[in-house]
């Protein structure tokens, strides 16, 4: 009887130093669905400065993917006035806005 309790013991503090010493990656991280307020207020911001706003990797003088530049040309094809946001300024933004929409790719307009 006194073994199986001193095994538990150890196996208990094994389990205590193990989780001590876990690399912060290994951690467990909290998450949450709420966009950020600083990133929901420039969103809001955003999509209320204009008509269409385009949420893009890049700009649209540059796209930075093959999306993105469909997306461009096609509203510039159209004379469709747009604002536009770079999220590959800022993961903030890029988080935030599939949050903000509920889809999980960019572009957005």
């Not at 004379?79 to 929409?101: H, T, W």
Request: hydrophobic share 35%.
């Amino acid at each position: 009887m006194m073994r199986l309790w001193h095994g538990a013991r150890v196996a208990s503090r094994w389990y205590t130093t193990l989780d001590a010493g876990t690399h912060d990656d290994f951690k467990p991280k909290i998450t949450s669905n709420a966009v950020p307020t600083d990133a929901a207020d420039v969103i809001k911001n955003d999509i209320s400065s204009s008509d269409v706003f385009l949420y893009m990797k890049g700009v649209p003088q540059q796209p930075q993917c093959g999306f993105s530049n469909n997306v461009v040309r096609l509203l510039d094809a159209y004379g469709v006035q747009y604002g536009s946001r770079n999220v590959l300024a800022d993961p903030s933004i890029r988080e935030g806005v599939k949050k903000f929409s509920n889809w999980p790719t960019i572009p957005q307009a």
